[in-house]
């Protein structure tokens, strides 16, 4: 489900839920800034528990509750939207997450969000962002994750440019370095790899240019440590510190013997690949530096959380982007939402959705739901809705954006109950949502500015009593014949709309 509204919270967290590792940060918020309390992290290598059917294993579940149970302690009795959880591409990958989520959640007591590889590229370079200097200019961001790898093109606070390869420190040690042993035809193997992910996109980033290039995880930030040990640098990665570590690498030959300084004891066996992929990296957009930044996924998510607290709300943003693409009536938008909202007022206890993710929900589905209209008016419900399924829309959660697309796709016609089912008790509440959104938008049928009377509403479990003043449908048969339509479709779901 979205997340709450905005409030203000003196604490606040963000929890990490990598491929490689969770990371946890604790923070005060204070006039807009954050003030880190406590960082955690731990190596769970959630990617290396998927198989082939790709299931994350029991083992791998276990590892990361294991962690999870010592991040709760932490942020135990924090109120709901002070905590942000993010997935990333393990859990994306993972087609049994939903166990792995329900399990987190329970001890965690915070909802859990799958977020997408875009996202994760935008979250990061807010983190990076609000980490290093303020220079003028572009900067690159590169993230080497356990199972993906984030790039962004991005001028102060702006990303320009996001990206996110199939290609990780994890994945790639599970696919060419498994038993522990470095050659050079498998080294050579990962590293052309990554060079064949990256030629997708290194053109689209070269276009852009950059002045600076700046490193955010856990492996580069190995990378420039161990070529520092070498001599080679002052924490930076280079070309020359790049050779010669490879070189190192390939003499050693087994990662157990890999004890660099940089290169912590839980890193060794997952260095080779991140070391190849930072290495291809290099070679694509012929890089001669790259500095390391502190921050990144979990800052960013936390400076995220403390501009939806303070009414900058990415989501915003994106939802008016969205509706300036697809030329929305943006004054036939606004009163269907103005209607949708006020219905929900009127039984917001008989539906129990006294939720804020109920009325974002809803406030967002009533400003979309017509942007299916600029492809075609033939099923144009279904149009809007995977638009909004399989757009990149900056700031929402995978959840986010299925039961918003849902919304879309039953706001006329036939309501596909089925789909509402799979999202278990909540795809109830989806479900009354829905009828909602349908009842503000046969009653704004008419466009333009047409008084409206006040109607009253009232819900049952299964049912909803609609009133209005005596005789106006009467004389305006077009709105009666539009809910006695309406009744019809509703009887389909079982659902009883009465109309008085």
Known sequence: MPQAAPKSFSLIAAIDLGSNSFHMVLAKAEHGEVRILERLGEKVQLAAGIDEERLLSEEAMLRGLDCLSRFAQLIQGLPQGAVRIVGTNALREARNRAEFIRRAEALLGHQVEVISGREEARLIYLGVSHSIADTPGKR????????????????????????SLQMGCVSFTQRYFKDGKITAARYAQAYTAARLELMTIEQGLQRLGWQEAVGASGTLRAVGLAIKAGGLGNGEINPEGLAWLKRKLLKLGEVDKLDLDGIKPDRRQIFPAGLAIAEAIFDALDLQRMDHSEGALREGVLYDLLGR??????????????????????????????????????VTTAWQLDDDWHRDLLQWASRVHEIGLDIAHYQYHKHGAYLIEHSDLPGFSRQDQLMLALLVRGHRRNIPKDRFAEFGEEGIKLLRLCVLLRFAILFHHIRGAQE????????????????FPAGWLELNPLTQADFAQEAEWLKRIGFTLTIR
């Open 309 to 346: 607290h303070h009414h900058e709300d990415v989501r915003e943003r994106t939802l008016s982007a969205l509706m300036e693409r697809y030329h929305v009536d943006l004054q036939q938008a606004a009163r269907v939402e103005a209607k949708a909202l006020s219905a929900l007022e009127q």
């Open 140 to 163: 690159l961001v590169a993230d080497i994750g356990g199972g993906s790898t984030e790039f962004i093109v991005g001028q102060r606070f702006e990303p320009l440019l996001r990206e």
């Open 452 to 467: 409206m009377p006040k109607v009253q509403l009232e819900g049952g479990p299964q049912s909803l009593d609609l009133t």
